[in-house]
């Protein structure tokens, strides 16, 4: 026989009790063919029959109806092995050279319809753009990504960068509209803006220069809050600890290193201190109270790791 060209899958999405699915390659034996039921492989006798092997297609026939919805796929998945060996001075048989050669072609339909199903580049591409993965040691841990050129690259996560949550909040006095950012996202899709707990729309307010800027002025004596989500450089990997001593009075001290407040450990003589009861401004912590006269302050700032 000869072998037209075909691809050699076929898909459906059944109705309820549909049994009967046709597929339109050729096969050459019943083992040449695999049928999947939503991704489960099914088996040949027990879950269905098949017609046309042999021949430019059949219908594979499910021995239960399937439910509507049902994902089916019938592929070809024939060895890749061959099993015909001429002898010297043996029979040199059509029916025996026509099937080797079938099985070729077979083989190589089947090996493009996979490549097909492959991430691969298409033809408009240049030929000079290197598709080829990075090392396993460059490439490990990290993301498949694509440089200007479209290359492949491979990605550290979140590009060496973490995310952080930073509240701040204002209160509003009835006319002014702009209000200055620790830290500006790089759209206002990065924002959460809460005015007296309540939401504000997106198109409510915009940024500039590092400030949100309000269409209408919050009203005097509102509690504005404003949550970013903000990017930071992973740059180095160690914490960051400071320790001083009260003197009963200082409720300012300097940090070693910038400060987020969800990310600060505070104790003052070994216990605990909540974290409504002080803040954090860049590398400053300032306590609502002052510390007690000779009490051992420490503080453990986590947020050394992101600036």
Do not use: C
Not at 265 to 270: D, L, S
Not at 293 to 306: I, K, P, Y
């Amino acid at each position: 026989m000869t072998v037209t060209s075909a691809t050699t899958r076929n898909d459906y999405v059944a109705s309820s009790g549909q049994t009967v699915f046709p597929y339109t390659f050729t096969a050459l034996a019943d083992t040449d063919i695999k049928v999947l039921k939503n991704g489960v492989t099914l088996s040949l006798g027990g879950d269905y029959t098949l017609s046309g092997v042999g021949t430019y297609g059949g219908n594979v026939t499910l021995l239960s109806g399937a439910t509507t919805g049902d994902a089916i796929a019938i592929y070809l998945d024939m060895p890749l092995q061959r099993t015909v060996n001429y002898q010297n001075s043996g029979d040199f048989l059509a029916l025996d050279v026509n099937g080797d050669f079938d099985a070729l072609w077979l083989a190589l339909q089947q090996s493009t319809t996979d490549i097909e199903r492959t991430v691969r580049r298409p033809d408009a591409d240049a030929g000079t753009i290197n598709m080829e993965l990075p090392v396993a040691a460059d490439r490990a841990q990290k993301l498949l990504a694509f440089d200007s050129n479209g290359a492949v690259i491979a990605e550290a996560y979140l590009n060496n960068e973490t995310l952080l949550l930073r509240v701040q909040s204002f209160t509003g006095d009835g006319s002014t509209v702009s209000f200055a950012l620790l830290d500006a996202p790089s759209s206002t899709s990065l924002l959460q803006i809460s005015i007296d707990g309540l939401l504000q729309e997106v198109s409510s307010y915009s940024i500039s220069g590092g400030n949100v800027v309000f269409s209408v002025a919050p009203p005097l004596n509102s509690n504005v809050e404003i949550r970013a989500f903000i990017q930071k450089a992973i740059t180095v990997t160690n914490m960051n600890v400071d320790n001083f001593t009260g003197d009963g009075s200082t409720v300012a001290f300097a940090l070693s290193a910038n400060a987020e407040l969800s990310n600060t450990i505070v104790h003052v003589n070994g216990v605990y201190q909540y974290k409504s009861s002080y803040s954090v401004s860049g590398s400053s912590l300032t306590f609502s109270e002052a510390p007690p006269l000779n009490s051992a302050v420490e503080v453990t700032n986590a947020s050394g790791v992101l600036f």
